[in-house]
């Protein structure tokens, strides 16, 4: 279903039906169902079409897994990334990707359902206006064009491999495959690695509307990035996801394996099943009470299928109408009422003035996934349940009917302040109820080290060649010019409030931040501002110094409306004055001025002195004059 504050959005979980060969892929790669726009609450569509119709590929096939020893498992490192945006107000998750030399950064769609990571090239002849600038082979010393050879569909020219990609929306990407250095952020103890990735050159209906760059894809496949890592022995055959809760958003994933809590519940996996991440799931319970529903229900078509870029969930029919009946049994004294999409029948509840989400576990029933083992995972009423748009304190059932298709979609819904496991290596999938915003805390996992090089922004921002950060180097001052969407007429009665909008957003002192170089770009404001540490004796670290850096990048600095937008354009990173020369040449000075001082006082004493002895002493008789007389008139 579309609510009225959810964009349209591009790809989700996609069906891989193509002839498996390195950096390769010879058919298009269909869409499992469709974007939140379009789909929310139609049936789910399989098409079993494929979108070459000359392609040789016209079957599933089963991917073979990479075997590591599990001591080679432990060994390797592992990749964290920030989540970024809301499930139900973008309709999506993304990361941040920096692909070429120097780095150009992306925000790709989470989709383990895709089997390719793909961005808009600079030569795009239908691309959309995206969150980022399109990436620029040519400014990538880096780059190499994947060459056509007998393993791939080639262009026209047969120079160069291509990519195409259909969606059951009727949304597409088609392009080029190229290689080059694919950067994961700051966090990461993976070093940047050579991928392949799709360089865009046509993209139609919801990937051209959306605002997220492209996709990134950890479906099961040669190109998937997932794979990609694992063939190189550069990370174990596992990744994991925890999407934030509700009114949250954001959250965590992890490339590559990781120590899992010990109380994670696993599920067997089948990837001979389909090229979906599935679990076998037999069972619902509500309220403690399992649903009167044959096993098989949920065994038919492609089983129990986990998706990330689904927004909902989505049952066979029959389960659906008994976990409805279940739920409505147990909220039966709360007043129903319509739905804030008037196109579809929701089943909306109206709770409370409050729209306080702790308070929604007293109020719905808890539902329980049970899976073949006997094990359960427990769901929270945020995991099927979504906020009414329209209405204080109602709140809709986020589980819908699936028409005429027996498979059972688990939408991102369903995984809301969840970590989601996806062992690949032993098959499983593994589910631990947390707090996503504080995964790393809790899990106690590992940060990077000091990033080599500092991730930029595409063409723009730009990095001074002094700013590049090696090891552990002092910051003493960061530079950034923000171009904002304010004229500079309106903006400079309003700096001092500004700067403490900033001082405030990075939380440091309003003294550590000044705004200077005010100019007029058309429309626009161009601006300087310069970071520096608390005591002019201190430095900023390099990882504080990019956290700074990236925070704007990434857009993650919140500013009123009255101020517009604004874009990082350039930075610099300066190094602290050397403090040892400058103690050097201030003791210097002082000996010197202290000398000088000496010397003129004590020749100003020799001279007084001189002048003193020059006068002949006389003696007091001697100085009497004598009187002189009166003269008479």
Same mark, same amino acid.
């Given at each position: 279903?579309a ?6 959005i591009?790809?989700t ?8 060969l ?15 726009a379009a789909?929310?609450?139609?049936p ?5 079409f ?13 991917i073979?897994?990479?075997?590591l020893? +599990?001591s080679d498992?432990k060994?390797?490192p592992?990749?964290?990334?920030r ?10 998750y993304?990361t941040?990707?920096?692909i070429?030399?120097?780095p ?7 989709d ?11 030569d ?8 980022d ?10 780059y ?9 569909n ?9 990519y ?6 009727h ?14 952020g ?14 865009e ?6 990937l051209y ?7 990134i894809?950890?479906?099961q496949?040669?190109?998937s ?9 550069l990370?174990s055959?596992?990744?994991g ?14 490339l590559?394996?990781?120590d ?21 799931l037999?069972?619902i319970?509500v309220?403690g009470?399992?649903l009167?529903?044959n096993?098989r229900v ?5 089983g ?12 066979p ?14 909220v039966s004294?709360? +007043? ?9 029948k929701d089943?909306c509840f109206?709770?409370?003035a409050?729209?306080?989400?702790s ?13 073949k ?6 769901l ?14 109602a709140?809709?059932?986020?589980v ?14 369903v995984?809301?302040?969840t ?7 032993n098959?499983?999938v ?10 790393s ?12 090089t500092?991730p930029s922004?595409?063409?723009?921002p ?17 530079n ?7 004229n ?7 700096i001092?409030d ?20 005010l ?21 900023f670290?390099?990882v ?5 850096v990236s925070r704007f ?7 009123p409306?009255i ?9 610099k990173?300066?190094?602290?004055r050397?403090r040892t020369?400058?103690?050097?040449v201030?003791?210097?000075?002082g ?15 020799l001279?007084w002195?001189?002048k ?5 002493? +006389?003696?007091?008789?001697e ?8 003269q008479?008139?």
């Amino acid at each position: 279903m579309a609510l009225p504050s959810i964009s349209s959005i591009g790809a989700t979980v996609s069906i891989l039906i193509y002839f498996s060969l390195p950096y390769s892929i010879t058919a298009g790669e269909i869409n499992l169902h469709q974007s939140p726009a379009a789909r929310s609450r139609r049936p789910m569509v399989f098409p079993l079409f494929l979108s070459q119709p000359n392609s040789s590929s016209s079957r599933s096939i089963s991917i073979p897994h990479r075997k590591l020893h +599990k001591s080679d498992s432990k060994s390797l490192p592992h990749s964290r990334m920030r989540l970024y945006d809301d499930l139900l107000i973008n309709g999506y998750y993304t990361t941040r990707l920096w692909i070429g030399t120097p780095p150009q950064m992306f925000a790709l769609i989470v989709d383990y359902g895709s089997t390719v990571t793909y961005v808009p090239c600079s030569d795009c002849e239908q691309c959309g206006k995206h969150q980022d600038p399109k990436f620029q082979p040519e400014l990538s010393t880096t780059y190499q064009p994947v060459k056509c050879n007998m393993d791939c569909n080639c262009d026209d020219e047969k120079e160069q491999c291509v990519y195409e990609r259909e969606y059951a929306e009727h949304s597409s990407s088609k392009g080029v495959l190229g290689e080059d250095l694919i950067s994961f952020g700051n966090e990461s103890q993976l070093t940047p690695q050579r991928a392949v990735f799709g360089c865009e050159t046509v993209e139609t209906g919801d990937l051209y509307s959306q605002r997220a760059d492209g996709i990134i894809g950890l479906g099961q496949g040669d190109l998937s990035l997932v794979d990609q890592l694992v063939d190189k022995g550069l990370i174990s055959n596992s990744f994991g996801l925890c999407y934030g809760g509700m009114d949250v958003g954001g959250g965590s994933m992890i490339l590559g394996g990781f120590d899992y809590p010990a109380d994670m519940i696993f599920t067997d996996s089948d990837p001979d099943r389909s090229p979906y991440y599935n679990i076998d799931l037999t069972g619902i319970r509500v309220d403690g009470k399992q649903l009167s529903l044959n096993s098989r229900v949920f065994d038919g078509e492609h089983g129990a299928v986990l998706d990330s870029g689904t927004t909902y969930a989505y049952l066979p029919d029959a389960a659906f109408a008994a976990f409805e009946e279940a739920v409505m049994r147990e909220v039966s004294p709360l +007043k129903q009422i319509d739905g804030p999409d008037p196109n579809f029948k929701d089943t909306c509840f109206l709770v409370a003035a409050s729209n306080d989400v702790s308070e929604l576990s007293k109020i719905f029933p808890s539902v329980e996934m049970i899976f073949k083992s006997g094990q359960s995972w427990l769901l929270s009423p945020e995991n099927y349940m979504f906020r009414h748009s329209k209405v204080h304190g109602a709140y809709c059932l986020g589980v819908f009917p699936n028409g005429k298709d027996h498979t059972t979609l688990l939408g991102g819904i369903v995984v809301r302040n969840t970590l989601v496991v996806y062992d690949r290596e032993n098959s499983k999938v593994g589910f631990w109820r947390t707090n996503c915003s504080e995964l790393s805390d809790r899990l106690h996992i590992d940060g990077a080290p000091p990033p080599a090089t500092l991730p930029s922004n595409g063409s723009n921002p730009t990095r001074n060649s002094s700013s590049d950060i090696q090891g552990e180097i002092q910051i003493g001052q960061i530079n950034l010019d923000l171009l904002l969407t304010v004229n500079s007429s309106y903006l400079k009665p309003r700096i001092e409030d500004l700067s403490k909008i900033f001082s405030k957003e990075l939380d440091v002192k309003s003294s550590q931040v000044i705004l200077s170089n005010l100019t007029s770009k058309g429309n626009e404001s161009l601006i300087r501002m310069v970071v520096v540490p608390p005591e002019p004796s201190t430095w900023f670290s390099n990882v504080t110094a990019t956290n700074i850096v990236s925070r704007f990048t990434n857009h993650q600095i919140k500013l009123p409306e009255i101020f517009g937008n604004y874009q990082l354009v350039n930075y610099k990173l300066e190094p602290p004055r050397k403090r040892t020369n400058n103690n050097i040449v201030m003791i210097a000075i002082g000996i010197i001025v202290a000398v000088i001082i000496g010397l003129s006082a004590y020749g100003a004493w020799l001279i007084w002195k001189r002048k003193q002895t020059s006068i002949p002493y +006389k003696p007091v008789d001697e100085a009497i004059v004598a009187e002189q007389e009166l003269q008479p008139i």
